[in-house]
Every structure is written in C-alpha cells, then in structure tokens.
C-alpha cells in the first residue's frame, strides 16, 4: 500500500474525531462560564449547580479533546515530515505560540478552576473559567492562522528550497484567517449551545429538575440562535471570500463544470459525472449564485474546466481538481444543517419567550431538539472536508502537493500500525464518552440534585455528580 | 550568541521543565498503584498531581511546537525517525490522559481498575522510551545526506538504550515518590518515604553506570572537553543527597535535588550534543546542528520576542497554582467516600 494513502488516511480521521470535541470545549468552556457569570452575580445556587452538571460533560469532552491534540501536533513530524521541513518556518510559528499562549493557560487554569471552588475568592475562581474559555478561542486562533497558510499562503519567500516567513503581520492578517476564524468560532460557540439545549430539551420533556433544565435551556438557545443567525454571515462572507481567492473549490462546491453565464444561477442538485466532466441533470435557481458570490443580480463565475487550464498553464501538466461530487454534497449538508438548527434556535426562543414558563407545552419540540445535537456535528465535520479536500491536490496552495508532503523514511507498514492503533483507540475513547455522558444525564444519576457529595475531590464515584458542592 | 542558539537553550528549557514536572507527574501515576491499598488511598496519591499533570504535559507540547517553528529539520528528522517509539507514548499519553477524567466517573471497582492499570501504563512507557530517546541522541542515529533517519525501531533498542530507558524510569519514579513526600501526611506518606528509601539506590547504581557507559559509548559528555564530566557527576551526588535528606524527613529539599538531578542530566546531554542537535552515526557532516537545522532569522526574531513576552506570564501563572495548591492532602477529612 503507498504510504501516501494511509497517511492522508490517518490525518482525516484524526482529525475530523479531533474535531468532534474541540467544538464542544470552546462552546462548553463559553456557556459555562456564562453560567456561572450568573452564579456570581445574582447568587442563586441553581446557576452553582448548573454550572457544575454541565462542568462535568465539560472536563470528559475537555480531556478528550486534550489527547486527541497532541497527537495532531507530533503527526506533522511523523507522517509528513517533508512538509515540515518545507513550511516549518511559518507554520510551525503558530503551532509553537499557540502552545505558549493558549494550551498553557486553559490547562493551568482547567486545574485551578477543577480543584478550586472551595480555595479562591468567587470571583478569582469565576475569572479561572473566563480565562480557560479565552484560551480555547485563542488557540482556535492560531491553528486557523496556520491552516489559513495552507490555504492561502502569504507572508513568506522561497528560499534554499523552503517557505521561509518574510512578514508575520501578513500571516496575522491573511484574509482567509479572518474569513474563517469568525466562522469557526461561532459554529463552535453553536455546537455547544445545542449540545445544552438537545439535553436540557430531553430532561424538560421527562420532567425532570425543571427549574434547572429549563434555565439551562433558555440560556443555551439564545446563545445557539444568535450565534447560528451569525454564522449565516459569517459563512457567506467566507463563501465570498473564497470565489476571489480559491475559485477551483467554489466551481467544484457548485459543479460548475463550465464557466457560468451572467447572472449566475445556483445549482440545487446535480448528477455529477466526474468522468466526463459535466453534470447529466440539474436543478438551478437563477441569479442566486450571483447574489451569493457578489452581493448583486450579476456576475459570472469561472468554471472547473477553465481553472484547470489555467492552473496547467501556471503550474504545468496534471490534475488540479478537488473531488466535484463529495464537495458538492458536503457543502449543501453543511448548509442544510446550518439552516435547521437556524430554524430550530428560532423556535427554541419563541417557546421560551416569557422566561421559561411556556417551555413545556413544546413536547414536540422538546423531543425533536435532542436529535438536533447531530446537526452542528455534522455540519462542522462537512465545513472541515469542504475546507480540506476543497484544497486538493494542493497541501499548500500552489506551493506544495499532497503527494510531495508525505514522510519518505516512513514504511508503509509502520504507517499501517500507527493508522490502526490510532483509529482503535480512538473509537474505543468515543464510546467511553458517549457511555459516560449518558450515564451522567441519565435521570436515576441524578434523583437527589443536592444531595452533599465531595467539596475536595472533583473525581469521587458518586456517578458523574461528583462536583456539586 | 545567534538566535538559533538561543532557540537551542529555550527547547533545552522546555525539555528540562517537561522531564522535571511530567517527570514526577510519571512517578506518581507508576506508585500510586503500587502504595495505594484501596481505593481512597490511591484517589489520594492521584489528587497529589490533580491539578497540574495537564500544564505539565504541555511544556512537552510546547517543546514540540518549539521545534517545529525553530528546528524544522530537527523536529522532521526527529518525529519522522522516532516513529514506532512515538506511537507508543502517544498512546500511552493518551489512555493516561483519560484516566485522569474517566475513573471516578463510574462506581465500580472494575472500572477503577481498569483505569488504575492505564494510568499505571500510561505513566511507566513515556520515562522508558524518553529514556531510550536520550540514549539515542547521545549515541546518535542512522542520519543520511538528506536528514532522514533510515533502518528500522529496533535499532534503537541496543543495549545503552535499554540501560537509559530503565534508568530514566527509575528516576522519575524516585522523583515523583518525593513529591508524594511533600503532598501527602502521615501513613501515606510514611510509605512514599519508605519506598524511596529503598528505591533511591537502585536509581544511583543506574544513573552512575549510565554516566560511566555514556562517557565511554559516546562524546556528548567529553565534546566540550574532560571536565563537562563534571556535570552528570554533579547530577549523581545531587541524587544521592536526595536519599541523604529523605531518609532525614527533609521532603523538600529531597525534592528540589531529584530536580536537580534531572536538571543537570538532561542539560548536560543537550549541552554536549550542542551544535549538533542530531548526532548522525553513518557521517558527522549528516548531523544536524542549530546552524544547518534552524528557520530563517526573521522567523526566529518574532517566536524570540512573543515568547520573551509570553514566558513570564506562564512561569508566574504555573507556580500561582502550585502556590493555591501547596497544602497537603489529608486523607479523612478532605476526601469524602
């Protein structure tokens, strides 16, 4: 097998399981700490306790996603150390400051918040959670401004061979960082916000601690419906953005197999024949992909087959284009949960709309918003394969492929036993977590919410609610 | 002194501060299987690093990122060349990372001991094979013309190797068994001591047979000269007065010089293989030095004045929360069952 294979393999999934979690610690830490903002402020206990059921779910995810990361740092050397050695120089800059800057602070202040409550001052313990919430924001931060390089490299020269950074205010200020970044994180603020909103609607709907669940509730829909409404901007925006700057992974996103007429109409569905480069039928709305792409009725967008001479014009023979078929189809899942969980964080405001009060006539709702939790998963995990595969056969836009990318002393077979070890233990870790979050909602965990347990030791064994004091 | 060779001190840093704090992070997740009768006794020995083993294990993260901005061919050579090995830590990184999170989190002593047994492997590899990684840097490693270390993972386990690997073992274990001394009271912490009492000993024996065949089986200790010796030797009576001041129930100093230990023997490999920073055992024109390994000085110039920036806050924030920390743990009234 070609070593190149089981390391792109390896990569996609690592990465993609990485990021079922890292979403959940952003959207997570941000709620939480709203939560107990509450706490601290107003001095009800009921926002204590639900800052610490929800901490729980927080610190599983948390520790998760922490070992799953390190990985994602130490594969660039293991799987791809050409690359390395090509962009290290600017690559690795932010890989070292996001260590130095974010993972130092969230996993210091993760362990003064964890075994803190009962040490600090109220409001040095509630500034702890603050800061690891920072910390999970600046470090989405710095992995963009590495990814957005690959993306669209700035800020560096070729010199004896290599990518050598020559301006590192262009790598602060790319445009595709802060086309992406916003986008990143407020999916990320969304994906939290329904996870809460998904389980807090399954426990309104069982009646169990009302008071809590529907606070909770109220809380993490208004976060999720603002940041969803958000992130229909933000993504249009990226989306805009990415005509001017990769129009190859817009064609392929809207199978435009051909350069569009003016106005542009948008694809709704298509069969895709990659092979022979068109579509065999489509569905199409006109003037929208104009509207999408330039804000206006007008303007035609470049076609899959004009961008690939141009590409082997520029860059000289071979194939530059991405898989047509998947990024058409994740871009419309990507969208179409996007848009549901829109809709959804709409109505989730209006059925709490005099405080928590009319929660409970919902049933319908409250039963069909815990199915919703899939919806920014989803979402995320095709926004990521967009962004991704969008770039292929590039690693490193029009500086390196994929294929020159890859480790050349590694073996096939070492390769093989990391991808299996990885993907083994990794499946086994997403288990546990499920296994463990269940076992945590589940009601008979939580008949007796006040019943007193450990003030000290945040890992006892009373089932999960452990760090209600 | 060139900003690569100040990058070269700043990863030796980070490599002493991972080696010193997961170090005895390593130690206590090894014993706290091994001194803990039961259940509660062994949650008491896991609390003692609670609430630092995760900023611990990031100053290795850092290092890593650290080479990548500022040693590019160094970390590819290094990461790409240590393949199977780190697999391994990763993996066991990884099951000692969860078990931290997952074992409380279900009342069952299957469970637990499930996730006493990860915590235990998951501690005892990482030393082992960061021991076996030091032996090989001193000894160098097949590095040809293109800076790609070639042969197979069982070159790396040649005899010297296995003697670091054990070695290193060894020593976080004596160095984590004294941390234990200054977080725990009484019965617990009377068996730590006891335990490193008769520990500590078997550590000296290796370490100085260690230093001894490490002279002879490579030039890391004698490339600057004779009297670099001087160091690991320093490194070896700092351990034995380790034991001198635990057997006298003098916890912290006892600990402060395990420190120093791991201090000097680290900085002394690092020392002597400077310039190098990959010995290359086929040429010594192969071998990566801070001058052919390095990224550009524009690169260096911005990570030297962000982490000049960045580093006192870390270091002040760290020892905040070893100071919030610093009380010991009881084992009746605080932990409650």
Same mark, same amino acid.
């Given at each position: 097998m ?46 204590? *306790? ?14 998760? /996603? ?37 993972f ?36 989405a ?23 050598q ?11 595709h ?28 709907? *069982? ?12 809380i993490?829909i ?10 229909l901007?933000? /993504? ?23 350069t569009s ?41 470049? /076609?899959?087959n ?11 023979? /071979? ?30 405001m ?44 590039w690693v ?53 919410p ?20 | ?41 062994? #949650? ?20 890593? &990122? ?13 990461? !790409? ?16 990372g ?5 074992? &409380?989190?279900?009342d069952?002593?299957?469970? #637990?001991?499930?996730w ?15 021991g ?32 670091? &690997? ?7 274990l004596?160095? &984590? ?9 009484g ?6 001591? +006891? ?81 190098r920073v990959?010995?290359? +055992?086929? +040429?010594e ?16 110039k911005?990570?030297?004045?962000? !982490?000049l920036?960045?580093?006192p ?20 009234d605080?932990?409650?069952?």
């Amino acid at each position: 097998m070609d070593p190149l294979i089981i390391a792109r393999l390896q990569f996609a999934s690592t990465t993609i399981f990485h990021y079922f979690f890292v979403p959940v610690s952003i959207g997570l830490a941000f709620v939480i700490a709203i939560m107990q903002t509450l706490y601290v402020f107003k001095g009800q206990e009921i926002y204590k *306790r639900m800052t610490k059921f929800w901490a729980v779910l927080f610190l599983i995810n948390f520790a998760v /996603g922490i070992v799953t990361g390190i990985f994602q740092e130490f594969q660039f050397g293991m799987n791809w150390s050409a690359y390395s050695r090509f962009v290290g120089d600017v690559f690795g800059p932010s890989l070292a400051i996001e260590g130095l800057l974010a993972f130092f602070m969230e996993s210091t202040f993760i362990g003064i918040w964890v075994f803190g409550w009962n040490r600090l001052p109220k409001k040095i313990h509630l500034a702890s959670i603050w800061l690891v919430s920072l910390g999970t924001i600046f470090s989405a931060f710095w992995i963009l401004s590495a990814n957005s390089f690959m993306q669209n490299p700035v800020g560096y020269e070729i010199a004896d061979g290599r990518a050598q950074m020559n301006n590192f205010l262009a790598i602060l200020t790319n445009p595709h960082l802060w086309a992406q970044f916003p986008h990143v994180l407020l999916t990320s603020l969304t994906t939290g916000a329904f996870l809460i909103a998904g389980i807090s609607a399954w426990k309104i709907a *069982r009646k169990h601690d009302l008071e809590m669940f529907k606070k909770s509730f109220r809380i993490s829909i208004v976060v999720g419906f603002l940041t969803a409404f958000a992130v229909l901007f933000t /993504g249009h925006w990226q989306a805009q953005h990415l005509v001017q700057e990769q129009p190859m992974k817009m064609a392929a996103a809207e199978a435009l197999w051909e350069t569009s007429g003016d106005p542009a109409p948008f694809t709704v569905f298509a069969k895709i024949n990659e092979k022979a480069k068109e579509n065999d039928f489509e569905i199409q709305i006109p003037y929208l992909l104009s509207f999408l792409s330039y804000n206006q009725f007008n303007g035609s967008l470049e /076609g899959i087959n004009q961008l690939q001479d141009q590409y082997e014009a520029k860059y000289g023979p /071979g194939n530059y284009i991405p898989p047509v078929k998947t990024l058409f189809w994740v871009f419309r899942i990507m969208t179409g949960a996007g848009g549901v969980m829109l809709l959804l964080g709409l109505y989730g405001m209006y059925a709490s709309r005099k405080n928590t009060v009319t929660l409970e006539k919902h049933h319908k709702f409250m039963k069909l918003m815990p199915f919703a939790i899939a919806l920014p998963f989803i979402a995320n995990t095709a926004g990521w394969l967009l962004t991704e595969l969008g770039r292929q056969p590039w690693v490193v836009f029009g500086l390196m492929k994929t294929e020159d990318a890859v480790s050349p002393s590694v073996s096939a077979s070492e390769m093989l036993f990391s991808l299996i070890s990885f993907t083994t233990i990794y499946a086994i870790l997403g288990a546990l977590t499920i296994y463990l979050f269940v076992r945590h909602i589940k009601p008979e965990q939580r008949k007796d919410p006040e019943s007193p347990v450990s003030e000290e030791d945040p890992f006892n064994n009373k089932g999960g609610a452990e760090i209600v004091s | 002194m060139s900003l690569s060779e100040f990058w070269f001190i700043l990863i030796t840093v980070l490599f002493i501060g991972f080696f010193v704090l997961e170090g005895f992070d390593f130690g206590v997740g090894v014993v706290s299987r091994l001194l803990g009768k039961n259940d509660q006794e062994i #949650r008491v020995y896991m609390n003692t690093i609670g609430p630092f083993w995760d900023a611990n294990e990031v100053w290795l993260i850092v290092a890593g &990122g650290a080479m990548f901005a500022a040693f590019p061919h160094w970390y590819a050579t290094m990461f !790409s060349g240590f393949y199977i090995p780190l697999v391994f830590m990763l993996l066991a990184l990884i099951m000692r990372g969860v078990s931290f999170e997952f074992r &409380g989190k279900v009342d069952s002593d299957r469970w #637990r001991r499930i996730w006493d047994w990860s915590l235990f492997i998951g501690s005892l590899l990482p030393p082992v094979l960061w021991g076996v990684v030091l032996a090989n840097f001193m000894t160098g490693m097949p590095i040809d013309a293109n800076k790609e270390m070639t042969g197979n993972f069982l070159q790396f386990l040649h005899p010297f190797a296995l003697l670091g &690997g054990v070695m290193f073992l060894f020593l976080t274990l004596t160095h &984590g068994l004294q941390f234990i001394t200054i977080r725990t009271h009484g019965e617990l912490q009377e068996r730590a001591r +006891s335990m490193a009492r008769k520990l500590t000993p078997i550590t000296s024996v290796l370490f100085l047979a260690f230093i001894i065949i490490g002279y002879f089986i490579s030039d890391v200790f004698s490339y600057h000269g004779q009297t670099f010796m001087v160091i690991p030797i320093l490194a070896w009576v700092a351990l034995l007065f380790a034991n001198l001041h635990n057997n006298q129930k003098l916890d912290v100093k006892a600990f402060m010089l395990t420190s120093i230990t791991i201090i000097l023997l680290t900085g002394s490999i690092f020392l002597g293989m400077f310039p190098r920073v990959m010995i290359s +055992s086929l +040429s010594e024109a192969y071998s990566l030095t801070v001058y052919n390994a390095s990224s550009g000085g524009y690169t260096l110039k911005v990570m030297t004045i962000f !982490s000049l920036f960045l580093l006192p806050f870390v270091l002040g924030y760290q020892a905040w929360s070893y100071f919030i920390f610093r009380k010991r743990i009881k084992q009746d009234d605080e932990l409650e069952y």
